[in-house]
């Protein structure tokens, strides 16, 4: 029985630590208004510094980033239509 309630035990334990939970970063591009939303699943916010995309003309370019998970009042707002 013990052997049973240990070996569950762990299952539950390994299924826990498996399931990753994802976390939205808002994120303020330096030197500029942009403000970017980025998706990580694991870390902090506060580790992510830049960010490199393509245009459309597949050309790199790397944004400097200041980012932080706290909640925003704007982020709850509904809006009525």
């Excluded at 035990?9 to 500029?32: D, F, H, I, P, Q």
């Excluded at 916010?45 to 200041?66: E, G, R």
Aim: charged fraction near 20%; include cysteine.
């Amino acid at each position: 029985m013990k052997k049973t309630l240990l070996i569950l035990g762990a299952a539950a334990l390994l299924l826990c630590a498996s399931c990753k939970k994802e976390k939205n970063c808002r994120c303020s591009v330096v030197g500029s208004q942009i403000v970017r939303i980025v998706t990580i699943t694991n870390g902090s916010c506060d580790m992510i510094h830049h960010a490199s995309y393509h245009d459309a003309l597949d050309t790199l370019f790397t944004d400097y980033l200041l980012c932080t998970d706290y909640p925003f009042e704007a982020d709850s707002l509904l809006v009525n239509k």
